[in-house]
């Protein structure tokens, strides 16, 4: 492909992309709010840099006839007018005063897809990652359906996003490793979407989000890009502290001991000005500090560290935060020779991450048993192939 060429496919991607999203900004929203024809093309034109032939072609008018809607001189009132505009525009028909059925199911679906979006994610805190995928599936396929089709309402596109980054999230808890690049192809398709939105608190999570399954994906550098970019950007210490412990324990994955360090500083700084979270507390704080002392080739700092009595929990988490703190301790606890409880602790860890269908806690169970607990192993293998039979059926 000639340098022309290239420049052109450059150019048409580009203008695909400002298509699918360019009527979510804030400015495209007051010109809709106008509900006038001649304020909604003229800024169309403007955003595309199109001409007034060029934008009577796509509608398949002339350009003496764009000019005169454009200064009022002509009025489009016929529904069937209005609603080819709307579809040309990639518009929803009822911004130009169309009634539509299809319209209003969707403006239904909006207000309850946001009462799923929100159940889904406590289901999801309670251990219940696979029924939330079952109830995210079906918005998020009828709301990219509806962006397909020209539906890209402002509403629509947020719900969107954070039924994204939900359904992402979910998968994250339920696939294999190797599978897992599926929550993170989801969790990216969120951050697509937010950049249309002026909102640094709903990028802020898309990024996180984002970045913390690309670290589970194994994408580790990608990982703690993303996380990094979250913390800069985010407004508030609480939205600060909800991305410390994911870039720890990315910073810790890479091997970056200064990064973690700092970051873990941070995140243990502000658990006295900011509410208490799954992840924002001490005894996530105490879990991601023991696997990144290991990560960075400290372990007999880690070893010291598991010999204290881990803080006392300040708020009830999810189930699966259990499982994930009884396989990093076994793991230390088999790094310090100490076989016995290393096998209590990763036994515990099989039977709770097979009860709630953690397919990728078992994968790190096998990895922390390989050689060195065969009973153990072998649990976590037959426990493992059942959960990949079930996600098979």
Known sequence: MDATASASVSAVRRSMRLVSWRWAT?????????????????????????????T?????????????????????????????VAEKLALPAHVLGVTDPADTDHRSMIQFGASTVRLAEVARQCGHAAEAVAELWPLVARLEARARDGGTERDALRLLAHARMSLGTALGNVLPEERLATAAHWTAKSVDVVRAFDDQVLIASALRMHGNELRKAGLIG???????????????????????????????????????????????????????T?????????????????????????????????????????????????????????????????????ATAVREAQAQRLPHQLQRVQ?????????THDA?????????TEIAA
């Open 26 to 54: 804030p400015e495209a929203q007051a010109v809709l709010a106008t509900r006038n024809l001649a304020s909604i093309l003229k800024y169309y034109r403007r955003v595309h840099g199109s001409s007034q032939v060029q």
């Open 56 to 84: 009577g072609e796509l509608l398949g008018y002339d350009k003496t006839y764009v000019s005169a809607l454009e200064l009022g001189k002509r009025q489009l009132s016929d529904v069937g007018s209005l609603r080819h």
């Open 222 to 276: 990608a990982a703690v890009d993303r996380l990094t970019r979250a913390a800069a950007i985010a407004p508030s210490p609480e939205d600060r502290a909800a991305v410390l412990p994911l870039l720890a324990r990315a910073a810790g994955a890479l091997g970056n001991a200064v990064l973690f360090d700092h970051t873990v500083r941070e995140a243990h700084q502000l658990l006295d000005t900011v509410e208490h």
């Open 278 to 346: 799954s992840l924002v507390n001490p005894s996530a704080l105490y879990e991601i500090r023991l696997r990144g002392l290991v990560s960075t080739g400290r372990t007999r700092e880690a070893i010291r560290h598991a010999e204290s009595a881990p803080p006392a929990p300040t708020i009830a988490v999810a189930p699966q935060w259990r499982v994930i703190e009884l396989i990093t301790t076994g793991r230390v606890r088999l790094l310090a020779g100490d076989s016995r409880e290393a096998a209590q602790l990763l």
């Open 367 to 375: 990895r922390a048993t390989a050689g060195k607990l065969p009973d």
């Open 380 to 388: 976590a293998t037959h426990a493992l192939a059942q959960l990949r």
